[in-house]
């Protein structure tokens, strides 16, 4: 089963900033949090992970809790296209398991 | 790279039948991930392989489902038979090494099937 808790949905504003929490309070020490997104009718596509230290991507930024115990995906401007369900994972040895992600709905 | 590529992209079969999904991983990738996707049950990891070998395969939901890797280019997902309720997205991923390395996985495009 997944570990990990996030909202079902999200609205953002085109343009705007946007902040996507995922709780995983039973990650163990060495487990990686990953974040994926899929658009519709494709593949998930990797978007960033992270172990303990905040990270940053041209596609977003990862914010880690000092605990481990929650993330935060930054989208830094919103675009139509990022319009997709993000899923935030605990990547613990060779599995991945996906839970039910957040559908994120932009509005122009 | 291509990156991952499955096939065919879509696949309409009749109960009883047997079905092959192909999936052919990134280059130098050592695993390789089978997924189902459904809107009930959402994302679900089949099996995966490292190194051309099945690590885990407590995903396949019965005897019905088969799959094999017999070289590090090409692994096949096969159902025989096909039930109605196996009709889903299923995607092929590969990564350099275990997500839980910190390394990222590339899903192919899926292939879609229905069991008519």
């Known amino acids: 089963d997944a570990k990990t808790t996030q909202p079902n949905s999200m609205e953002s504003n085109e343009e705007e900033p946007v902040h996507l929490p995922c709780n995983h309070s039973t990650i163990s020490g060495t487990d990686y949090i990953h974040w994926y997104r899929q658009l519709p009718s494709q593949g998930p596509e990797y978007v960033i992970h992270?172990?303990?230290s905040n990270v940053n991507n041209r596609m977003a930024s990862l914010a880690i809790a000092e605990d481990r115990k929650s993330s935060t995906l930054i989208l830094h401007r919103a675009t139509l296209r990022d319009a997709a369900v993000y899923y935030c994972?605990?990547?613990?040895?060779?599995?991945?398991?996906f839970g039910a992600g957040t559908r994120l709905f932009v509005k122009a | 790279d291509a990156g991952v590529i499955q096939s065919p992209r879509h696949e309409v079969t009749e109960m009883g039948q047997e079905v092959t999904l192909r999936c052919k991983p990134i280059?130098?990738?050592?695993?390789l991930f089978w997924y189902r996707q459904t809107m009930m049950r959402g994302l679900e990891l089949l099996i995966y392989?490292?190194?051309?070998?099945?690590?885990?395969d407590s995903g396949m939901p019965e005897d019905r489902f088969s799959a094999k890797m017999p070289n590090a280019s090409f692994s096949t997902l096969k159902i025989q038979p096909s039930e109605p309720r196996d009709s889903a997205v299923y995607f092929c991923?590969?990564?350099?090494?275990?997500?839980?390395?910190?390394?990222?996985?590339?899903f192919g495009q899926g292939t879609r099937l229905t069991v008519v």
């Open positions: 392989f490292n190194n051309n070998v099945p690590i885990d």
């Open positions: 991923a590969s990564s350099p090494n275990g997500q839980g390395l910190g390394t990222e996985a590339f």
């Open positions: 994972i605990e990547a613990g040895g060779f599995k991945t398991i």
């Open positions: 992270g172990l303990t």
């Open positions: 280059s130098g990738h050592n695993s």
